[in-house]
């Protein structure tokens, strides 16, 4: 694809309700991150796939919060339970052989009522 | 931890006029630094990068230069366009345990630019 897409691009969920926000990344890249916005900040890591391994998911911020990547593309963060605070733009990312530059999706925008 | 400090914002210059947002980070080792830019309804977009000291980034006109000694990498441009009203992301990379790279951004410093 063109590049990394994500969606939805907005959500509205009440309070206690489960989502499930995808993304599909540059074909062909191994790496797959997701971050979390709040406004007004800056993307904040919450974890790391390569291919369909987690590497690393020290940034989710409760066991509320599950990723996967089953076939080592296509990734799916799903929050369960979901709180106001959950509240931010979900942004998903991906890298190649260049590990270190990451190309960003648009985001999902999720607000918690 | 690594982290990032940039300037706040937001900063309001005219057309033309010179442009410098300042960026300084405590990190371990060396890592990559990166400018990325999310213009108004987009998702971020990797503006330069360098990836060694005194390394210097360049890209539509924007420039900033790997400073080990002061820890800094400041975003400049000569003559700013109100095409370049954005909010401009300073990271650095952070290596992860488990392997691979995350990106460790600023809070974000949100450029307008009037005619």
């Known amino acids: 694809g063109a590049g990394v897409s994500q969606s939805p691009r907005y959500k509205v969920a009440k309070r206690g309700q489960d989502v499930a926000l995808r993304c599909d990344p540059i074909s062909g890249h191994v790496s797959l991150f997701w971050y979390q916005q709040a406004l007004g900040q800056g993307p904040e890591f919450l974890t790391y796939f390569q291919n369909e391994a987690q590497l690393d998911k020290s940034g989710l911020p409760s066991d509320r919060f599950f990723a996967e990547r089953p076939e080592g593309s296509v990734s799916t963060l799903k929050i369960q339970r979901t709180q106001q605070e959950d509240s931010a733009v979900y942004l998903c990312?991906?890298?190649?052989?260049?590990?270190?530059?990451?190309?960003f999706g648009p985001g999902t925008r999720l607000l918690v009522l | 931890g690594n982290s990032v400090t940039q300037m706040e914002g937001p900063v309001t210059l005219s057309e033309e006029a010179f442009l410098t947002i300042n960026c300084t980070y405590t990190a371990t080792g060396y890592p990559s630094l990166f400018w990325y830019v999310q213009y108004p309804g987009e998702g971020l977009q990797l503006l330069l990068k360098a990836t060694k000291a005194d390394d210097k980034g360049s890209n539509k006109g924007f420039e900033a230069t790997y400073r080990k000694e002061t820890t800094s990498f400041h975003l400049e441009k000569g003559s700013v366009q109100v095409s370049d009203s954005a909010v401009y992301f300073c990271a650095l990379s952070d290596h992860l345990t488990g392997g691979g790279n995350k990106l460790t951004f600023g809070t974000g410093t949100q450029l307008k630019v009037e005619l």
């Open positions: 990312a991906s890298s190649s052989g260049t590990p270190e530059t990451q190309y």
